[in-house]
């Protein structure tokens, strides 16, 4: 899919997830990294099969059209279906690589990760060579922290001093360094939005009423 951004090749922006529904926290996550981090753009890259979790509710098909809907009408948002259309698992090193390849080896790419999502990141696959192929920029979520004390001891050790809060490092490599960055704090999850709508409570306000729409027209989320 072409890139919507305009600036080949300043730093391009990955951002992975479930998307299980799209919401409010993924979306200010990609907007403010934009701004915050000097991004080109941001790629959406929903996973198609998921190997740190049980099966999504819903379809890889239906949380990559939420993402299509949420995501449209911004001209720095654009949309990676690769691994929904992918039979193997969505293995984050294995769609790095082929970006790599696909974008060259000079552009800086970021991966944009939560706070919640960052002190899992020791369980990744092949983890370690996540450094070689991009930048990683971890955004404050609510109930995480993002300290080095509260990261895991093999992340801290290894590559604690990488950490910095100082975004130029982004433009002037490609890959390698590991950047927080404060966001608009949201405590919106998923969860409590496929929570609120298992029970037939309203999750409007929480997620773009386009995916809301498509929610209900597809009849997602319900208990029965
Ligand atoms: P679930 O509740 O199903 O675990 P989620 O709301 O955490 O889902 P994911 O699709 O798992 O959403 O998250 C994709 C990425 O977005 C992760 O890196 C996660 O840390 C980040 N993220 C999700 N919600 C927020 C939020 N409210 N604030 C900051 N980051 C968020």
Request: glycine share 8%.
């Amino acid at each position: 899919m072409p890139e919507r951004a305009s600036g080949a090749a300043g730093p391009l922006g990955l951002f992975g997830g479930t998307f299980d529904p799209v919401h409010y926290g993924h979306l200010r996550l990609a907007e403010e990294a934009i701004a915050h981090l000097g991004l080109t753009g941001v790629r959406w890259i929903p996973a198609g099969h998921p190997p740190h979790r049980g099966t999504p509710q819903v379809t890889a098909e239906q949380r990559l059209a939420m993402v299509l809907r949420s995501t449209a009408e911004n001209p720095r948002f654009s949309v990676d279906p690769a691994e929904v259309e992918a039979s193997a698992p969505s293995y984050t090193v294995h769609t790095l690589t082929r970006l790599r390849s696909e974008l060259g080896a000079q552009r800086p790419l970021v991966l944009l990760v939560g706070a919640d999502a960052f002190a899992g990141l020791a369980s990744w696959h092949r983890w370690r060579d996540l450094f070689a192929l991009a930048h990683i920029a971890v955004s404050h979520r609510p109930g995480f922290p993002v300290e080095t004390a509260s990261l895991p001891h093999e992340l801290a050790t290894e590559f604690g001093d990488r950490r910095t809060t100082d975004t130029a490092v982004l433009a002037a490599a490609p890959a390698g360094q590991i950047v927080t960055f404060a966001m608009t704090q949201l405590a919106i999850s998923a969860t409590q939005i496929r929570k609120l709508l298992a029970n037939g409570l309203s999750a409007r306000y929480l997620l773009p009423d386009a995916v809301l729409d498509y929610i209900q027209d597809h009849s997602l989320y319900r208990n029965s």
